[in-house]
């Protein structure tokens, strides 16, 4: 993934092999390439990119014979068929991801996840529109839910750190993750695929999603530098990218980028290996209480701004 590579294309059009290895390279851009700063990858694309291919290869890689380099094809050739089974999943969860990193960016870990603990909520309504009433918890499940509604508006209610994209893609994440929880289980059941073959599945689909998303941008760029003059190019490096903010010049540390992958890779491990166990409603409402306990040691760690008196009751509410 080294950005040299960009500076170096005759040797990297040698081999599919090595077009394959840079392309994330190729559509992040060069920091001292002018003419590629406007199509550098966003913070949230750039952590939702490094999430799935970090994710992917720690799947194919750990197994209990991960010393047999023969291993790798059968199981990257099995990770593709199933991936077939998992495209909607895929959808919802590449979609759940990036916005999720979207609304983190911009409004902040203690709004983004008080907001995600509508998941539940949705997914009465998803569960409802599948498959029915009978599908429904008893009345008095479902009146616990309502402490949660108002709880999310409360929570966002003249916050600090409200602001209406950040706080729209919060809710998209919301959305995408109830659908998530509802659809894969489905396909779980359907297919017998679960665990830790269908996250990597799933893994392996929404980091094409994000290739493809991310290479869109990057063509568009190009095009859109080529029918323009110099001035105008000049210009347009200082408008936003079509894909958010771009990146500031200096990356992640490695150590932080490293923990950020594998803690993805566990927690969704473990996601798809209890969801096919529970009801989706159960799932998102237990949930819940993991997204409380970020806001509070977040809002410890990082120090972010106090909140106020109606955002705290909506956050305990919640």
């Avoid at 970090?54 to 890689?61: E, K, Q, V």
């Avoid at 077939?84 to 979207?102: C, D, E, R």
């Avoid at 929570?155 to 750190?161: L, R």
Wanted: hydrophobic content about 45%; some cysteine.
């Amino acid at each position: 993934l080294h950005r040299g590579a960009i500076n170096n294309n005759n040797k990297v059009w040698n081999s599919k092999a090595k077009m394959a290895m840079v392309s994330i390279t190729l559509i992040v851009g060069d920091n001292n390439n002018n003419s590629s700063n406007r199509t550098k990858l966003s913070r949230a694309s750039l952590l939702t990119l490094y999430r799935f291919s970090g994710s992917l290869l720690l799947g194919l890689l750990l197994h209990s014979r991960f010393y047999q380099p023969s291993q790798f094809p059968p199981r990257l050739l099995q990770t593709f068929h199933a991936a077939k089974l998992f495209l909607l999943p895929s959808l919802f969860l590449f979609v759940a991801n990036y916005t999720n990193s979207i609304a983190l960016e911009r409004i902040g870990i203690s709004l983004t996840y008080t907001s995600k603990c509508g998941i539940p909520l949705i997914t009465v309504l998803l569960t409802l529109l599948l498959d029915g009433k009978s599908a429904l918890p008893s009345a008095v499940t479902l009146a616990s839910l309502l402490p949660i509604a108002m709880g999310i508006g409360a929570a966002s209610w003249n916050s600090p750190t409200f602001e209406p994209l950040g706080f729209l893609a919060a809710l998209v994440s919301t959305t995408s993750q109830a659908g998530l929880n509802v659809v894969s289980k489905r396909v779980m059941r359907k297919t017998g695929i679960r665990g830790a073959e269908a996250q990597r599945a799933m893994v392996f689909v929404a980091l094409g999603i994000g290739l493809v998303m991310t290479g869109a941008n990057r063509i568009g760029g190009m095009m859109k530098e080529y029918n323009t003059g110099p001035d105008d190019a000049e210009e347009s490096q200082q408008s936003p990218s079509t894909m958010l903010p771009s990146v500031p010049a200096s990356h992640p540390p490695l150590w932080l980028t490293c923990l950020a992958v594998l803690a993805y890779h566990t927690e969704y491990i473990l996601s798809f290996s209890f969801v096919s166990l529970v009801e989706p409603i159960t799932y998102g409402t237990c949930d819940a209480l993991r997204r409380l306990l970020i806001i509070v040691v977040g809002n410890r760690m990082f120090r972010g701004d106090r909140f106020s008196k109606t955002n705290l009751g909506g956050i305990l509410m919640a």
